[in-house]
């Protein structure tokens, strides 16, 4: 079992920035990848970025050049960051961390990501 933990969401104002955590705990080991998706309101669930057990990252293309994603393995844990900067309107949404191993996904409890205009 995977256990997934986040936090770093909250309100922020158009042009500003915030960090996402997700940390992995339990059954670490052969995890394949971990990733950030997030769903508004009335929209599917999307993927935002990702990053595999060998440091290769993607994101969708509406995030590029601002989202950056990174991992660090410390303690037995590994914890997922993703940086968001120049935030706009449209990236409100709740975002999930998602961590995939074994052909099995593991869904953290979703933190809610703001940002006015």
């Known amino acids: 079992q995977v256990q997934l933990v986040e936090s770093g969401g909250g309100l922020v104002q158009a042009g500003g920035s915030l960090r996402l955590s997700c940390t992995a705990s339990g059954s670490i080991f052969s995890i394949n990848a971990m990733g950030w998706y997030r769903q508004a309101p009335g929209k599917q669930r999307e993927l935002v970025a990702n990053?595999?057990?060998?440091?290769?990252?993607?994101?969708v293309d509406s995030v590029k050049g601002r989202f950056t994603i990174s991992r660090v393995y410390a303690q037995a844990k590994i914890t997922v960051y993703l940086q968001m900067n120049s935030l706009k309107p449209e990236d409100t949404a709740v975002y999930y961390c998602l961590a995939e191993r074994r052909g099995y996904y593991y869904w953290g409890q979703g933190t809610q990501v703001a940002v006015s205009s």
């Open positions: 990053i595999t057990s060998g440091g290769n990252t993607s994101y």
